[in-house]
């Protein structure tokens, strides 16, 4: 069939659906329509009903337009369409899908917004809005801040029953039998004769049909998947390794590349000896590429060693060489020229600071690699001024127009072929290995080229999670917390990502104070001041941003003060606690752990809680204190975010996440030596070992509130609810971490 015999239609009017009961939904409520992108690449016989369901005569594709970094978000995003759509489970298949605007991402934009998620006003209400047109205009299509259910909970639905009505005016219309006598049931429409028309069946009807204006999603009652646990649409391929990721990918005349940047970030390359990679076997070229050099070979192998061989002549780091050097840069910040924000400041805290009693302490946290599993790598052909690129993103439409800017092409002549990712933890939010393959594709033109990055040139060329310190003081009175004042200095991760995508950046930097300011404490005299550190090494988002370390800084210091007070830690936050959501998720993790209950000889309780993400999460850690060190005994970790969607996901998706924050604090940090990042390899950045992992209890809270993402928020508590059991069991208070430079674990 022609190109022009292939099955299409307008855009699918999703924007301007609304839900039965009056309730309008404008997934596009900014005067325009989307266009639905997957017209543009119909094949024969194809049928894109929405921008989020294909169908053809093997059936129903489900587009999932968010990275699946191995938090499972595919199969959330299919069964939010597969529940409207009525589809077997087991029949879903999924796409993420072209780039395009209409997947953009409405939520992710407020999240930089000065408003605490538990602000419900008008106000904040408004600046979501703008949040979400910003997140259209900018087309945000992006995975990250566990915002991608929140996001799609409403449009994957509506899409999924809208192509269910179309389906079923087909089905009227082939059968003479009025709609509302069908039935849908596992991708078929069912006469009142028992008669089954497959959705495949009715694709070309269905494609010349109007969308309906009005749709009714399903109550809760009715739902097949949503609520219940699902096998993961991508289990059994990973469990069996045939899963497909980018460095899995093979293709016919295939080459194979690597690179090597100056590790000194930024420091650039002055020249360079090749003669002995170039005559290392298997040597197909040696090609200089921005800030470095690549070699492009027979096998990946051979690219590593020859690569090994190349003498560099690299540049100076343009920041401070060493850790040490940087941290003074960080002490050195807490002035008023470099305040970025004031976001909190209740009360009169400097008359309440007046006198003796004042308490003071200094924390710091180091630099933090993303270190996923899989390392950077790209499979990228240019050929007859077509550019094709194969790897996993989190932010599609950047990387074409960094593919465009590098290649010279127009954006309509890049096809990015997105897959899933082997971890990522927030890295695949940058575009560097990408535009090192588009190099390598323009000097080498016609075969397809896999770049793979060597773990140390992962390793080494992070932009890191920031270091960052906090000065804290504080006062206590009558057994309560009565004054707390927390200075928070980093590096700004907005203004380094976002600078390096060319956008502009405004205001504050929310992410500096992210996890403490917006904290639902009601104390007396209560302030949370975050100061801009000038930039050293390049930063990025890293899982939970900043409150991953700010939930350490703010939450130490808060339990130094309830000690110092005589109270009990649960007690006194839920005493100090005024939302509602959070005072349950605390008293939820009290109830779980047996709190106020002996914990035994040499054992020691740490409860810390965050909201992040808008979601609030406690987690109790119980240790032991062995005369080998100590022992991370249970976990318990109770949060709310609203709706559980996938029981089972939700579990792994905490227990993972406790599993990285205390991993992280026990042993993680990326320190800097001659402007190089030290730590090389896992032997060198160790998560928690399998015999360290605690048992770890899991509970969710629905208070209804909106329905939120997990990835992320159970990261922040981690940290300090572990350095606070080390204290109840051992005395040693630890404002440092990682933990180890304190403290022996086994």
Same mark, same amino acid.
């Given at each position: 069939m022609s190109r022009a015999g292939t099955i299409a239609r307008r855009t699918f009017l999703i924007g301007t659906a609304v839900i039965t009961g009056g309730v309008a939904f404008g997934v596009y409520a900014y005067k325009r329509e989307p266009i639905n992108p997957?017209?543009?690449?119909?094949?024969?016989?194809?049928?894109?009903?929405?921008?989020?369901?294909? $169908?053809?005569?093997?059936?129903?594709?489900?587009?999932?337009?968010?990275?699946?970094?191995?938090?499972g978000v595919a199969s959330v995003l299919a069964a939010l369409v597969a529940e409207e759509l009525d589809i077997a489970w087991n029949d879903i298949r999924i796409d993420f899908g072209p780039p395009s605007n209409a997947y953009y991402n409405g939520i992710a934009a407020a999240e930089g917004l000065p408003v605490p998620a538990t602000d419900t006003s008008i106000k904040a209400r408004s600046a979501r809005v703008v949040g979400d047109a910003v997140s259209k205009f900018l087309g945000l299509q992006i995975t990250g801040g566990s915002s991608s259910v929140a996001d799609a909970y409403e449009k994957m639905r509506i899409a999924g029953a809208a192509a269910r009505e179309v389906l079923l005016h087909a089905a009227a219309m082939r059968t003479g039998i009025p709609k509302h006598q069908l039935k849908t049931r596992d991708g078929?429409?069912?006469?009142?004769?028992?008669?089954?028309? *497959?959705?495949? *069946?009715?694709?070309?009807?269905?494609?010349?049909?109007?969308?309906?204006?009005?749709?009714?999603?399903?109550?809760?009652?009715?739902?097949?998947?949503?609520?219940?646990?699902?096998?993961? $649409?991508?289990?059994?391929?990973?469990?069996?390794?045939?899963?497909? =990721?980018?460095?899995?990918?093979?293709?016919?005349?295939?080459?194979?590349?690597?690179?090597?940047? @100056?590790?000194?970030?930024?420091?650039?390359?002055?020249?360079?000896?090749?003669?002995?990679?170039?005559?290392?076997?298997?040597?197909?070229?040696?090609?200089p590429i921005t800030g470095g050099v690549g070699v492009i070979a027979d096998n990946t192998w051979r690219a590593f060693k020859a690569a090994e061989l190349i003498k560099c002549d690299w540049g100076p780091a343009p920041y401070p060489p060493s850790s040490a050097a940087m941290f003074e840069t960080v002490a050195a910040s807490f002035t008023g020229e470099r305040q970025d924000s004031r976001l909190k400041d209740e009360g009169d805290i400097e008359a309440a600071l007046q006198g003796d009693g004042v308490i003071e302490a200094e924390y710091k946290v180091p630099y933090l690699a993303h270190a996923p599993l899989e390392p950077m790598n790209a499979v990228v052909q240019l050929k007859d001024g077509r550019l094709d690129i194969w790897t996993a993103t989190q932010m599609p439409l950047f990387l074409v127009a960094a593919a465009a800017e590098v290649s010279g092409l127009a954006p309509d002549k890049i096809h990015l072929h997105s897959l899933m990712s082997g971890g990522s933890f927030g890295?695949? #939010?940058?575009?560097?290995?990408?535009?090192?393959?588009?190099?390598?594709?323009?000097?080498?033109?016609?075969?397809?080229?896999?770049?793979?990055?060597?773990?140390?040139?992962?390793?080494?060329?992070? =932009?890191?999670?920031? #270091?960052?310190?906090?000065?804290?003081?504080?006062?206590?009175?009558?057994?309560?917390?009565?004054?707390?004042?927390?200075?928070?200095?980093?590096?700004s991760v907005t203004a380094s990502q976002i600078g390096r995508l060319h956008m502009p950046t405004f205001g504050p930097d929310i992410a500096i104070v992210a996890g403490a300011w917006d904290q639902p404490f009601r104390i007396p005299h209560y302030r949370v001041t975050g100061y801009r550190v000038p930039e050293l090494v390049p930063v990025s988002s890293w899982r939970s941003v900043g409150a991953s370390a700010n939930g350490f800084l703010h939450n130490?210091?808060?339990?130094?003060?309830?000690?110092?007070?005589?109270?009990?830690?649960?007690?006194?936050?839920? &005493? #100090?606690?005024?939302?509602?959501?959070?005072?349950?998720?605390?008293?939820?993790?009290?109830?779980?752990?047996?709190?106020?209950?002996?914990?035994?000889?040499?054992?020691? &309780?740490?409860?810390?809680?965050?909201?992040?993400?808008?979601?609030?999460?406690?987690?109790?850690?119980?240790?032991? @204190?062995?005369? &080998?060190?100590?022992?991370?005994?249970?976990?318990?970790?109770?949060?709310?975010?609203?709706?559980?969607?996938?029981?089972? @996901?939700?579990?792994?998706?905490?227990?993972?996440?406790?599993?990285?924050?205390?991993?992280?604090?026990?042993?993680?940090? #990326?320190? =800097?030596?001659?402007?190089?990042?030290?730590?090389? @390899? =896992?032997?060198?950045?160790?998560?928690?070992?399998?015999?360290?992992?605690?048992?770890?209890?899991?509970?969710?809270?629905?208070?209804?509130s909106p329905i939120r993402g997990i990835g992320e928020p159970p990261v922040p508590p981690a940290a300090p609810a572990l350095a606070n059991a080390i204290f109840a069991a051992t005395g040693k208070r630890i404002r440092e971490l990682p933990l180890n430079k304190h403290i022996d674990f086994v």
């Open positions: 997957l017209l543009k690449e119909l094949g024969d016989g194809q049928a894109a009903l929405t921008p989020y369901v294909r $169908i053809d005569q093997t059936g129903v594709t489900i587009i999932t337009p968010r990275a699946d970094l191995g938090q078929s429409v069912i006469t009142p004769r028992g008669e089954m028309l *497959s959705y495949a *069946s009715l694709a070309a009807e269905a494609a010349k049909i109007e969308a309906p204006r009005k749709v009714r999603l399903k109550p809760e009652s009715e739902w097949r998947y949503l609520g219940k646990p699902m096998q993961r $649409i991508d289990i059994v391929a990973k469990s069996t390794g045939t899963a497909t =990721f980018g460095i899995d990918i093979r293709m016919p005349g295939m080459v194979y590349a690597t690179v090597r940047a @100056n590790p000194g970030i930024g420091g650039g390359i002055r020249g360079y000896d090749a003669s002995a990679a170039e005559k290392a076997r298997g040597v197909i070229a040696v090609v890295r695949r #939010l940058e575009d560097d290995y990408v535009r090192q393959a588009v190099e390598l594709a323009k000097a080498y033109p016609g075969s397809p080229i896999k770049m793979t990055w060597r773990r140390e040139e992962d390793m080494t060329h992070d =932009f890191p999670r920031p #270091l960052g310190m906090a000065r804290m003081r504080g006062a206590v009175r009558d057994g309560k917390v009565e004054a707390y004042d927390l200075k928070v200095a980093c590096p130490g210091f808060l339990d130094e003060l309830i000690h110092a007070a005589g109270a009990d830690p649960l007690q006194e936050l839920i &005493r #100090l606690c005024w939302h509602e959501p959070s005072r349950r998720v605390l008293e939820a993790v009290g109830e779980m752990s047996k709190w106020g209950s002996d914990p035994g000889k040499d054992r020691g &309780r740490g409860i810390a809680f965050t909201l992040s993400f808008g979601v609030p999460v406690a987690e109790v850690v119980e240790v032991s @204190n062995t005369p &080998r060190g100590i022992r991370i005994d249970n976990v318990f970790v109770a949060a709310d975010v609203g709706k559980v969607l996938d029981p089972l @996901n939700f579990e792994n998706q905490v227990q993972g996440a406790v599993i990285w924050g205390l991993g992280h604090a026990v042993n993680c940090e #990326l320190t =800097f030596k001659d402007g190089v990042a030290e730590q090389t @390899n =896992f032997d060198a950045y160790q998560g928690l070992r399998l015999n360290q992992a605690p048992a770890i209890e899991v509970r969710a809270i629905d208070s209804g």
